[in-house]
């Protein structure tokens, strides 16, 4: 989207229209890179904090066709794994907008009014949202972070690179990793976050970048190849100072069976 001023007012002037009120929706977008788990972040103008990415439904959307659209606007990417899970609906969760017409200093809504948006329209950006929460699993070298039109960046942070993050953004993402880590213990991961083409120690680094801890080499590969999801290639990864791993794929077929009957055993 472009940054000209009529964009904007023309954006605030059809929002209230377009969406559904007291809904929201915070999705948290893992990537993987150089042995990092990564999550975009927006930058919003006027504000020094960062957040996820987000915004409303339309009101003949669902919410998991919002959450497709908004994901494919600041990624590019389509069929992405994508999975609800859990509703934030605290009620100081906001900003909401006071008796006097202001907010708290550095808040989303002083924000909007620097953008130049009509006191009126600030009403309906202040009131109650319920947030349902959402998590995506992207690989990281497809990806090509837009901001949206409220924001200046879009782009990748390390998990203790953001600093604090704006509202409850903080629970959103703790919960989205805790969520992520459960999913380790009956859901195989990996498919959406590495190439289609990884090594065994490139897999165990993600499986221990999730879970936060270091994994037994020998265990982690005899559990992998029991699972009965990854294919062996015949070649080997080059360039490497030490000896040449060979690389791995997924059996998409039995991946995605896993991802429906679960696997057995946990971290």
Request: charged letters at 25%; one cysteine or more; aromatic letters at 10%.
């Amino acid at each position: 989207m472009q940054e000209k001023k009529g964009d904007l007012l023309q954006w605030h002037s059809e929002a209230e229209n377009a969406f559904l009120p007291h809904i929201s929706l915070d999705c948290v977008i893992f990537g993987f890179h150089d042995g990092v788990l990564k999550i975009l972040l927006l930058k919003m103008k006027g504000l020094d904090q960062l957040s996820l990415p987000g915004g409303f439904m339309r009101r003949e959307e669902t919410l998991e066709a919002a959450a497709i659209r908004t994901l494919k606007e600041r990624t590019g990417l389509e069929n992405i794994f994508l999975q609800q899970y859990h509703v934030f609906s605290d009620p100081g969760r906001g900003d909401p907008v006071g008796i006097d017409g202001r907010d708290e200093p550095g808040g989303r809504l002083e924000a909007l009014r620097k953008l130049g948006m009509h006191p009126a329209k600030l009403e309906w950006f202040g009131q109650r949202f319920i947030s349902v929460g959402f998590y995506a699993l992207v690989e990281f070298s497809r990806v090509e972070p837009k901001p949206d039109i409220l924001s200046e960046t879009c782009q990748w942070y390390g998990l203790e690179e953001h600093g604090t993050l704006v509202l409850d953004h903080d629970l959103i993402l703790s919960t989205a990793l805790s969520t992520l880590r459960m999913q380790l213990n009956h859901q195989p991961i990996g498919y959406n976050l590495l190439p289609r083409k990884f090594t065994m120690p490139e897999l165990q680094k993600l499986y221990e970048t999730i879970l936060g801890k270091k994994l037994d080499r020998r265990n982690f590969q005899r559990k992998m190849l029991s699972y009965g999801i990854l294919h062996v290639l015949d070649e080997k990864r080059t360039g490497v100072a030490h000896k040449a791993p060979y690389l791995y794929s997924f059996q998409l077929r039995n991946y995605q069976k896993a991802l429906r009957s679960g696997l057995e055993a946990g971290w």
